[in-house]
């Protein structure tokens, strides 16, 4: 079965660079969800977006901006990027429309800046 | 606010031990309860999950019981394998709104010796 795409899977920056992660939903899904997971620590909800609209925002500086495009994918852009971005982001989906509620994860894109 | 409190690790066992992960949660209202493995340089992978009290989640071996009158969805397994070896996170996800998002316990790790 298809699962969350992310890309790239790696990526390392340096200091104040900018940095677009992306997220391709399972097919047909309508919701995607952004959360970054600091070394050793728990995921952290950052953003998300039912139907190309967000939906619900959590801790997520305002340095970072997502979007949601009409194919349903996502990115998230970070700018001004500081040493302590330096995390495990995921992409998750759901197919919230249709009642559905369990948030499948992609495999993250470990972002490094130096 | 909503939360989830889980047993700090490592957790060391041999194989084909007895494993009880303990999770209790703080949510208004009936959360749906969730467990998510990370194994090593992977992303987060859905275990099982519970909607209502009373419901039991099961996969590959492990269950949990949702139980509303201790606020616990504790995680077993009868006989571990040196595969089970990753990180466990249990989760809730408030209900009513299926595109809300999921708060993650602080995760706990588990080591199982062959």
């Known amino acids: 079965a298809a699962g969350v795409i992310q890309s790239p899977r790696h990526l390392i920056k340096e200091k104040r660079e900018t940095a677009t992660l992306k997220c391709y939903p399972i097919?047909?899904?309508?919701?995607v969800y952004w959360y970054q997971q600091g070394p050793g620590q728990d995921p952290q909800f950052l953003i998300s977006f039912y139907e190309k609209m967000q939906s619900d925002k959590g801790s997520i500086p305002d340095r970072f901006s997502a979007q949601q495009f009409s194919d349903y994918h996502s990115e998230l852009n970070m700018s001004s990027l500081e040493l302590g971005d330096s995390a495990l982001y995921f992409c998750?989906?759901?197919?919230?429309?249709?009642?559905?509620?369990?948030?499948?994860f992609g495999p993250g894109t470990r972002l490094l800046v130096l | 606010g909503n939360s989830v409190t889980q047993m700090e690790g490592p957790v060391t066992l041999s194989e084909e031990a007895f494993l009880t992960i303990n999770c209790t949660y703080t949510a208004t209202g009936y959360p749906s309860l969730f467990w998510y493995v990370q194994y090593p340089g992977e992303g987060l992978q859905l275990l099982l999950k519970a909607t209502k009290a009373d419901d039991k989640g099961s996969n590959k071996g492990f269950e949990a019981t949702y139980r509303k009158e201790t606020t616990s969805f504790h995680l077993e397994k009868g006989s571990v394998q040196v595969s089970d070896s990753a990180v466990y996170f249990c989760a809730l996800r408030r209900q009513g709104n299926r595109d809300d998002k999921i708060i993650f316990g602080k995760g706990t790790r588990l080591h199982i010796l062959p």
């Open positions: 998750a989906s759901s197919l919230v429309g249709r009642g559905g509620e369990t948030q499948y």
């Open positions: 097919p047909r899904h309508d919701t």
